[in-house]
């Protein structure tokens, strides 16, 4: 059985989709689920779901007690779900391909520090763009930079308000994000 660990800071609802799609499978399990805000609501869905989620504050992001964690789990796949801090580069060095994220845009454009939830939905609105998308892509030292992976696109148009435009983005997610992780494991065998 594989390995996953969920960072998400937020609502969680990506990493809630995440664990039942693995729960209805015997691929892969997700393991672990941790969090930067103490109040983050998917810590509530974990525990109605029944996994371990822990917070986490800066220092331990930044000092090497998180990372100590991660590899004591020796994960196959670490997943970002709406993660909103800067993966530091001691994280990448070890587990290199191994650190995923998912963008509510088509990078390279709608991404880079501070473009996150509906600030990237409001200004693919403000742009009068004709369509938008999710990004998976692999975790680099740079925001949003990292290796694309899979692209999925849809179409908007005019009377998409910000709110439709999220629940499109969300649509895509749910669909394709727990996919290309399945196929990423895959690959991995
Ligand atoms: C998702 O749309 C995800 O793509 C986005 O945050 C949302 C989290 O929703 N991530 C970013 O903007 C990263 N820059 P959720 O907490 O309900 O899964």
């Known amino acids: 059985m594989k390995k996953l660990i969920i960072f998400a800071s937020g609502s969680g609802s990506n990493a809630e989709n995440i664990i039942t799609y693995f729960n209805s499978g015997n691929l892969a399990k997700v393991s672990l689920v941790l969090t930067n805000k103490a109040d983050a609501k ?106 694309i992976i899979h692209q999925e696109k849809v179409t908007l148009t005019s009377e998409d308000s910000v709110e439709n435009i999220a629940s499109k983005v969300h649509e895509l997610e749910y669909e394709h994000y727990p996919k290309v992780i399945e196929k990423l494991l895959m690959d991995d065998d």
């Open 42 to 147: 998917v810590l509530q869905r974990c525990e109605r779901l029944n996994i371990p989620a822990f917070y986490f504050n800066k220092s331990a992001f930044q000092s090497g007690t998180l990372l100590g964690m991660l590899n004591n789990e020796n994960p196959d796949l670490i997943l970002l779900a709406g993660f909103l801090w800067k993966i530091p580069s001691g994280f990448i060095e070890a587990f290199p391909y191994k650190i995923i994220n998912i963008h509510p845009a088509l990078l390279p454009k709608y991404g880079g520090k501070g473009m996150y939830g509906n600030r990237v939905h409001e200004a693919v609105r403000a742009n009068s763009e004709k369509e938008t998308g999710i990004t998976i892509h692999y975790v680099n030292e740079h925001y949003d930079e990292g290796g």
